[in-house]
């Protein structure tokens, strides 16, 4: 797995690519029959994941975002222009 690196400043420059860290509000909750914590993150639909304790479950869903968030190659004419845009 790539893994980016992480700055104090909520920026990060990574061969000229900036990463802006942003929080993401997850919901956990504990299976009463296991103890196990199923967690998800209810603005990525799909995006959840689960452990054995809260901490190993946030752990998990952090990684889960980073997967759900992680930009797919696209295949592109040669002259195609890539740009981005901040909201």
């Not at 900036?18 to 009463?32: G, N, P, Q």
Request: hydrophobic share 40%.
């Amino acid at each position: 797995m790539r893994r980016r690196p992480t700055a104090k400043s909520g920026e990060v420059r990574d061969s000229g690519v900036i990463y802006a860290h942003m929080k993401w509000r997850v919901i956990l909750e504990r299976d009463e029959e296991n103890g196990d914590w199923a967690v998800w993150c209810p603005e990525l639909p799909g995006c959840s994941s689960a452990g054995r304790t809260e901490d190993e479950a946030l752990n998990n869903i952090r990684e889960a975002i980073e997967l759900y968030l992680e930009q797919d190659e696209l295949p592109m004419a040669p002259t195609a222009v890539v740009r981005e845009v901040f909201v």
